[in-house]
């Protein structure tokens, strides 16, 4: 059995989940609604406050759905009653972030300042900066693969180099630097 896949997901207060027809699961709570399309071989039932899944062999593809399947589920769980937030720093002097409802401004270092769009499902905040400290980047949302998703490409903007360390970099990521040139070598 896979380990991760013969856990059951235990379901918090305030959030249910169904599995509608052509194994679509859908899971509801106080923090909204998301729904995934699980493979035809793997059986999902929920008993009481739990989800448990069962797949049919011990094909190397059945093993690897089912531990997959199971985690997204999970990950849609929790998503609905917690919520996940990515915190991003930006690096650099004059580095700079507006969030205007679902508008995105940024200020890079470029000649021009780069706008984004998020979707609806995701919230956006730019924390207050205080003196000495770099501009900070909230996002929130239910949704963790979506959520991941924005991250990465409000971070491919601008990565972080490894000699000053400037760019989007994510709070409490360590970044590998490298030594600058030396005055003294020949």
């Given at each position: 059995m896979s380990r991760i896949g013969k856990l059951p997901v235990n379901l918090p207060a305030g959030v249910t989940v169904e599995v509608l027809p052509g194994n679509?699961?859908?899971?509801?709570?106080?923090?909204?609604?998301?729904?995934?399309?699980?493979?035809?071989?793997?059986?999902?039932a929920v008993e009481g406050t739990e989800v448990k899944l069962t797949r049919p062999t011990d094909q190397p593809r059945h093993r690897s759905l089912h531990g997959?399947?199971?985690?997204?589920?999970?990950?849609m769980v929790v998503g609905v009653s917690q919520g996940y937030?990515?915190?991003?720093?930006?690096?650099?002097?004059?580095?700079?972030?507006?969030?205007?409802g679902q508008l995105l401004i940024l200020s890079l270092g470029f000649s021009h300042e780069v706008q984004i769009l998020l979707p609806a499902?995701?919230?956006?905040?730019?924390?207050p900066v205080k003196k000495g400290q770099n501009p900070v980047l909230c996002l929130k949302s239910a949704?963790?693969?979506l959520i991941g998703q924005v991250a990465a490409k409000v971070?491919?903007?601008?990565?972080?180099?490894?000699?000053?360390?400037?760019g989007i970099?994510?709070?409490?990521?360590?970044?590998?630097?490298?030594?600058?040139?030396?005055?003294?070598?020949k």
């Open positions: 679509v699961v859908k899971v509801k709570g106080p923090l909204g609604e998301l729904s995934q399309k699980v493979d035809v071989d793997i059986n999902v997959l399947y199971r985690a997204l589920i999970n990950n937030t990515i915190r991003q720093e930006l690096v650099g002097v004059g580095y700079r972030v507006d969030v205007q499902e995701i919230k956006a905040e730019a924390e949704d963790k693969q971070r491919s903007l601008r990565k972080p180099e490894p000699y000053k360390g400037k970099k994510f709070v409490g990521e360590t970044l590998r630097r490298k030594a600058g040139k030396s005055a003294g070598a």
